[in-house]
């Protein structure tokens, strides 16, 4: 699969190996002089040779959200990982466990006594550990942080040991809330970690973030951190705040088909740069190359972008487009092209499609 | 790949065999009665199986959107595509097209005299043949029906027989849209046919379609039809009115991994559901077994469903989950599974990303 290659037709997802490189680097540097080890989150690139430069930049291990997806990083090397997901696990997810616990350190998640008690049931003495999941302000799953040491204690007394608590704070997804987000997360983690402790569990494991928050991380409370799309920022972050445009090391190339004087149409549409469109967002994606431009409406295999004044590229000119959100770009993916100075190479998506 | 299963994890894309065979039937039937040929777009399904269903059914070719794409459905049997899409043919695409002719009649669209001029130069004297795309209301690509003429006169100038002309009506997806674009499309293309007659060219070709215009379609001036999400439906089309629940062939399974009183959180999220919502929308999807509830956030692995009143489903219970847009799903997996009564059988979906 490595290879000098010309590039394939477009569209194509591409990555600029030395950006991706230096955004490594930066967080790994940034996070561990907090004294906070980082545990990135492999689902934003779903490849094991891009674990494999998180980890050399001194990950603990990787985090993902699925048991596919471990599976995938196991088979390519990683052998400690996280799934921070509140799996319910019948007897095949149990049987899939366990079979990873023998290769690898393995974490699950778990935010109820019930889904507690059924992991237990599977997974007791395979040496499978639980965190539990806490809302801090997301909303979407996890429980109230003075529930916590509830459901550790409930998982530890069927069999399963609880080494600690986590968050996602997705709510810093918003151009204003980044900080509060943060703030909300390390409350919310302390109180949680405190639960456990008044239920006599120590919290070894205290565990939070996301690449808009990551910044306003602080020492004290947490003791990992989980960003993901730090690696290749995106057209979510680029508007956040979070990255500048020559942060973004993911960009999707795709040929002008249609041209007028105001706005071109391009052959990436959904199927490539996913469908992703925060409230925030200020169309479905940007490009790289002339900032001004919105891409103001998407199909499966066009995007419709407004020029706002920028000169229109040609017929047949290549554009690069930086999806709102690189995670689902990925996933649409079998590979990537991987850039280096004049080197190209394919790197395999390994865990694209991983869903359950 | 066929043989009866044991359902696998979820999330994953389930098909009812015996729903998709009475749509596939049904607007054959209704297309049919009409004396319009049907050629379905094949992108919704990327499955060369169920595009023999539909040949089967009575269908004249398939349509598809990508050179990829009509590659797979080549390689899996078909031998008539119209890939209806304004292609840049570079030296690269023309190669394949080249390759393409040799198996199968190949169709493509053009939308402007240099892209016919580039298609030309590669494919003249190969059996390739164009049609004009037209703009019908939804201002994506396509040209005034007005100037059909001088393209196809180029196009025809330049060595590459133009056969007719095409247009996406994809403006009739809104609730109160449907009837109006399928008149349009009419007019666009009645216009555009009679701009080619003017510049010495017969309109053999005059296309149009999609799933919510198909039911407003008259005899008399469109030749063919491409309706691509009849197959299946999905939640856009079930709360655009064209489809009834009970006419819904796809779904998603998913099990409940969280509930609170009012809702719940199930394992299928943007990565296998898609995270296309329309401004109609009434959520990111709907659940086919709890029509009052809806999918109110959406995360990579995550939807929330607010339950609006329905009982709540038990932890560790399989529900199904209807995508918002289909095709958007399909392009997720790599195979359906497909439930004909008592038997299920992996179904491939050979046409996944074939984005280029």
Redesign the interface.
């Known amino acids: 699969m490595r290879m000098t290659l010309a590039p ?5 997802v591409a990555v600029e190996v030395p950006v991706l490189e230096r955004n490594i680097a930066a967080r790994a540097r940034s996070i561990g002089e907090l004294g906070i080890e980082t545990r990135p989150h492999a ?1 934003t690139h779903k490849s094991s040779r891009i674990a494999r430069m998180q980890l050399d930049a001194g990950a603990r291990g990787i985090t993902v ?3 596919g997806e471990a599976e995938a990083f196991v088979a390519g090397g990683v052998d400690d990982v996280f799934i921070a ?4 696990v ?1 007897p ?2 149990g049987t899939r466990l366990r079979a990873l616990a023998e290769r690898a350190e393995v974490r699950i998640g778990v ?2 006594i ?2 507690a008690a ?1 992991a237990a049931e599977e997974l007791r003495g395979t040496g499978v550990r639980v965190l539990v999941e806490v809302d801090s302000g997301h ?3 996890g429980v109230a942080a003075s529930d916590a040491g509830r459901i550790a204690r409930a998982a530890a007394d069927a069999g399963l040991p609880a080494i600690g608590v986590f968050t996602f704070p ?1 709510h810093s997804y918003s151009p204003d809330g980044r900080r509060t987000a943060a703030e909300q997360e390390a409350a919310a983690l302390a109180e949680a970690a405190a639960s456990l402790r008044g239920s006599d569990i120590e919290p070894l494991v205290v565990s939070g973030g996301s690449t808009p928050s990551a910044d306003f991380a602080a020492a004290g409370t947490l003791t990992e951190l989980r960003p993901g799309v730090y690696v290749f920022g995106d057209a979510q972050q680029w508007e956040l705040g979070t990255y500048a445009r020559e942060q973004i090391a993911l960009t999707v190339h795709a ?5 007028r004087a105001d706005r071109i ?1 391009v ?2 549409g ?3 740069l ?4 925060a409230a925030y967002s200020t169309g479905f994606g940007r490009l790289l190359d002339l900032p001004d431009a919105r891409i103001t ?1 998407l ?4 995007a ?1 972008v407004e020029l706002d004044g920028s000169p229109a590229p040609s ?2 000119a290549t554009v690069r487009v930086v999806p709102n ?1 690189v ?2 770009a990925v ?4 590979s990537f092209v991987a850039f280096d100075g004049g080197r190209a190479e394919l790197w395999p998506v390994d865990a694209r ?1 991983r ?2």
Request: glycine residues 6%.
């Open positions: 394939p037709p477009t569209p194509f689902k959200a699925t048991i997901y509140p799996l319910w019948d095949d997810r935010e109820s019930e889904s059924r909303h979407r799953t997705g040929t002008v088909v249609s041209r149409v052959d990436a959904s199927k490539i996913g469908a992703d469109r409406s199909s499966e295999h066009h419709v017929l047949g959100h995670c689902s996933n649409l993916v079998d499609g869903n359950s």
